[in-house]
T-cell receptor, first 115, second 110 residues
Framework: EAQVTQNPRYLITVTGKKLTVTCSQNMNHEYMSWYRQDPGLGLRQIYYSMNVEATDKGDVPEGYKVSRKEKRNFPLILESPSPNQTSLYFC??????????????FGPGTRLLVL | TQLLEQSPQFLSIQEGENLTVYCNSSSVFSSLQWYRQEPGEGPVLLVTVVTGGEVKKLKRLTFQFGDARKDSSLHITAAQPGDTGLYLCAGAKSNYQLIWGAGTKLIIKP
């Protein structure tokens, strides 16, 4: 089954404790991205990757890191989480970066609470 | 960050009623997409509209792209409980920039 998987689905942590949220897709998609979803603010893009070893900042990259060592995986790293990073995070993938033309496939989301 | 304005933010109606939700902006978009998101899941693409004035139908859902490509609407006929969810619109301002709305939360009561 074609899908995007994320782990963990739920995470409670404390300020400053490094964490990684994994994302994997099995559709051989080139383009992957991370979003955060907050009430009233819609989806905001954190980072994206156009292919292996090619990543770039989205609209809200501060406090986050990513890597793309393999085509299928795109982990999101919070080196020193802070309470304002409490949010619902989504990983998405698509065949290409063509905004609004391609179907983006989203993972199920990771709900993060930073105390 | 720019935002597409979606209205209403929240809508709760009885099964069988019709409804329309709107997605508005002052910007022109090259295309616009509608997604539906159910609780505990990621958004799923419903439709992409590209041409000004374009109308697309998906069973009981009718999507329209404004003539000037600045706005869009989603009309649901005879709503059913399975239509419950968060409806998101996303407009493409360029080849690479997608602007999202905050969503319309729709509840259809049996």
């Amino acid at each position: 089954e074609a899908q995007v998987t994320q782990n963990p689905r739920y995470l409670i942590t404390v300020t400053g404790k490094k964490l990684t949220v994994t994302c994997s897709q099995n559709m051989n998609h080139e383009y992957m991205s991370w979003y955060r979803q907050d009430p009233g603010l819609g989806l905001r893009q954190i980072y994206y990757s156009m292919n292996v070893e090619a990543t770039d900042k989205g609209d809200v990259p501060e406090g986050y890191k990513v890597s793309r060592k393999e085509k299928r995986n795109f982990p999101l790293i919070l080196e020193s989480p802070s309470p304002n990073q409490t949010s619902l995070y989504f990983c998405a993938s698509s065949l290409s970066r063509a905004a609004g033309k391609e179907t983006q496939y989203f993972g199920p989301g990771t709900r993060l609470l930073v105390l | 960050t720019q935002l597409l304005e979606q209205s209403p933010q929240f809508l709760s109606i009885q099964e069988g009623e019709n409804l329309t939700v709107y997605c508005n902006s002052s910007s022109v978009f090259s295309s616009l997409q509608w997604y539906r998101q159910e609780p505990g899941e990621g958004p799923v693409l419903l439709v992409t509209v590209v041409t000004g004035g374009e109308v697309k139908k998906l069973k009981r859902l009718t999507f329209q792209f404004g003539d000037a490509r600045k706005d869009s609407s989603l009309h649901i006929t005879a709503a059913q409980p399975g239509d419950t969810g968060l409806y998101l619109c996303a407009g493409a301002k360029s080849n690479y920039q997608l602007i999202w709305g905050a969503g319309t939360k729709l509840i259809i009561k049996p």
